[in-house]
């Protein structure tokens, strides 16, 4: 063979699991055969010889099509199983039960993405013997969710037994390292690494054990689509595991699962404040009220688990302001929040005071408001966009340019802004020239002129 064909013959390995190597391949052949049989003269090849020929290639393509990897269809979320089974009697039996029993747990599950599940050969196992080697194989299979292992028969107490040693992987979306090394840790601590199985398969044993296995992959594939923001499918997949482990907990000899329940269920919260938080932004940037609708139903679920998030109360202040021109409600809201560090709803309530032309009870609360702490040092920024939004739509309510000036000269030092802002106050305030927010207004402006001029 020469070298060309050598090289030809290495692309065509990298290459098989799709149609271009298949083509390499028939091409190489060709190549080959040819030839072989009539030097560099196509007339000198007989009859006889073109049937080898064309024999030779079905016989490529079919080898092609017979070892290609059964791949998971477009649109599903493919979950694949790869069991590498020892001899013995029952493992076979074992590695049945087991393998059915998930798959019909998985592929009865009413979600909006159907599960296809996929069962690889036992040579196909054999050659997973490695986190890199089941990527590889994860990635050409299509499969989102891979279990691959063992199953050996061993003698436990006396009684013989079979013991399922497990390893998983999860594809999901690309997210930054530092979060998939976490993920990656999760995943790993939640998947048991050994099930142990009675003589004979043990029906209800096997039933426990793919129990558990179906609520790990749920909470695992459902723990990637909060990552990438499908956030409807993973509330159903973590629902859906949050079920089946509260019915497997409740059982007899259930219990040692409700670590990881309580897993589930701080997914869950966790997926429902990233929802939220994604909606809000979202409305910031779109300013479509219609998304504050579809926060509201969020924040109900956020609420039926947890009464005193601080984000969610802030983000129900806002809905109740903006949906409904509810004052009274958001300022409740925002109330409800003293106690927390994080000074964010001091803003909330500084805004409301300004709304309603209350502008000593506003200066009152922005003042607290810049003498706290914040979790998020965009908080200031975000209250001047929210403030933006609402003089879109009323124009005419010239208080909110006092706040405007405030936060850009005390919070962000946006000299030019802030002198901006208070003048348009000044110039189209109904205040008289005794209000304290006008004297402060003006007194700012000769401020930031000031400053502005030793600048310059």
Known sequence: ????????LASIKHRWDSKS??????????????????????????????????????AV?????????????????????????EDGPDAPQVKADFIDTLRRLLEG?????????????????????SVESAIEFSNKSGTHFLLYGRVRQRTIDGEPAHVLDLQGIVRHVHIDSEMAKLFGAEFRSALPERLIIGPRGDMVMCELAARHIDSVARYVIGTAAALSNDFVYAEQLLLGSSTTLEDFVSTEGGAFLSGLLGRVEKRINELYQR???????RYTQERDPNILAESESVIEKLRSRDQNDLQTKLAAATCAFVLRGDIETARKENLSCKGSRDGIWKYGLAFLATYEDDLGQAYHWYKNAFNSSLENPTVPTQCEEFIQ??????????????????????????LQSAK?????????????????????????????????????
């Open 1 to 8: 063979m020469s070298e060309l064909q050598r090289v030809i």
């Open 21 to 58: 190597g298949l083509i390499i391949a028939l091409l190489l052949a060709i190549s080959i055969l040819v030839p072989s049989f009539s030097g560099l003269d196509l007339e000198d090849v007989s009859g006889l010889e073109w049937v080898i020929i064309a024999a030779c290639l079905i």
């Open 61 to 85: 393509v079919v080898f092609w099509k017979v070892s290609q990897i059964d791949r998971v269809s477009a649109g599903k979320v493919g979950v694949g199983v790869a069991l590498e089974m």
């Open 109 to 129: 599950s009413p979600l909006r993405h159907q599960f296809e599940f996929k069962v690889y050969s036992n040579s196909v196992a054999k050659k997973l013997s």
């Open 275 to 281: 929802w939220l938080a994604v909606l809000m932004n």
């Open 389 to 414: 939004i609402i003089l879109e739509n009323e124009p005419e309510k010239w208080s909110l340019y006092y706040a405007l000036g405030l936060i850009n000269y005390r919070a962000k030092q946006d």
């Open 420 to 456: 901006r802002d208070f003048q348009t106050f000044l110039d189209n305030t109904h205040f008289d020239e005794t209000e304290k927010a006008v004297i402060s207004s003006k007194r700012y402006v000769r401020q930031i002129e000031n400053r502005l001029s030793r600048n310059a």
